[in-house]
């Protein structure tokens, strides 16, 4: 099995300066593979707690290099709850990358553990009788402090259900359950890895140089 490794997260942000620099992204260091993934963005500013600047990815497997690429951009850039990470944030901003494994279908919408299983749900929305899905990743209820059903009901807000959410409802939750490899790069860290392998800082057009 492939797990996130550092060498990911490094490609993710290699992307990013690449796209603020209109270069080319250097070639990644880790192997190509077939596996579904997860891009995250966070800015921690003086020292806070670091906050969600997007977060974009695939439940369906795909190259993993293509794949980083195409979503370390997406999410930085394209999170319609966000604006578009600019090139100055960058010295602000950490990356975690997820690679998901071992999907299952749970028996119902609590067949899962909290800080163990990412969750999809699908349900009928019943008042436009729609179809509606949502994931989160493992980590997500255990860092906002949920309990199972409540992980469920902001999850069918963030599929787009609107109405009112009762037991009946959830009990119709189609859920599948996941779990995932994590890694967490802080930008001062890339630049460090960057001038170890690389000989010299990265530069970004638009940031200014060295570390805040």
Known sequence: MVSANREMVVYCFDT????????????????????????TWKKAVNGGEPRLRGCIGTLEARCIINGFRDYALTSALRDRRFPPIQAK??????????????????RNYLDWEVGKHGIIIEFTDPDYNTRRSATYLPEVAAHE?????????????????SGTITEQLR??????????????????????????????????????????
């Not at 990013?16 to 596996?35: C, T």
């Not at 996941?178 to 940031?207: D, E, F, W």
């Open 145 to 161: 402090g949920w309990t199972k059903t409540e992980a469920i009901d902001s999850l069918m807000r963030k599929a787009g259900y």
């Open 89 to 106: 944030e960058l010295p602000y901003l950490e990356c975690t990358v997820s690679i998901l494994t071992n999907y299952e279908t749970a």
């Open 171 to 212: 009990k119709r939750i189609q859920l599948t359950r996941y779990q995932s490899t994590l890694y967490t790069m802080h930008y001062s860290n890339y630049v460090a890895y960057v001038k170890t392998t690389r000989g010299a800082a990265p530069t970004i057009n638009g940031a200014k140089p060295g570390n805040h």
């Open 16 to 39: 990013l300066v690449a796209h603020y620099n209109s270069e080319e992204v250097p070639p990644p260091a880790f192997d190509e593979g077939q596996h579904p993934l997860f891009v």
